[in-house]
Nanobody
Framework: QLQLVESGGGLVQPGGSLRLSCAVS????????TGWFRQAPGKEREGVSC????????FYADSVKGRFTISRDNAKNTVYLQMNSLKPEDTAVYSC?????????????????????WGKGTLVTISS
């Protein structure tokens, strides 16, 4: 069983930046992909980005392409989400998840495919 803990959320002005971290732990660190997801108040959860653990290949939702960067440090079992040029509509609870058996889907609507282990989330608020 994997445990995931997010950190790095907070209040930022529009145009600012934040870096989120997702620390993965467990008795067996065997997972293929890690994804970031967000849920804004009153909205459904949406996939933001995904990274494959083996080769580092990355995938992004259209809404964040060019602004967000996902990366991993396998030695630390940590995945990061660098968020730049933040907008008020990026306000949400951001959660990370890991897939023990599947690689990232290439399609943002399916980023959560195979994601079995989830963190509790960290709140990101973009406001002036």
């Amino acid at each position: 069983q994997l445990q995931l803990v997010e950190s790095g959320g907070g209040l930022v002005q529009p145009g600012g930046s934040l870096r989120l971290s997702c620390a993965v732990s467990g008795s067996t660190l065997d997972y293929h992909a890690t994804g970031w997801f967000r849920q804004a108040p009153g909205k459904e959860r949406e996939g933001v980005s995904c990274i494959n653990r083996s080769d580092g290949s990355t995938f992004y939702a259209d809404s964040v392409k060019g602004r967000f960067t996902i990366s991993r440090d396998n030695a630390k079992n940590t995945v990061y989400l660098q968020m730049n040029s933040l907008k008020p509509e990026d306000t949400a609870v951001y959660s990370c998840a890991a897939s023990p058996m599947h690689y990232c889907s290439h399609y943002e609507k399916d980023f959560d495919y195979g994601m079995e282990n989830w963190g509790k989330g960290t709140l990101v608020t973009i406001s002036s």
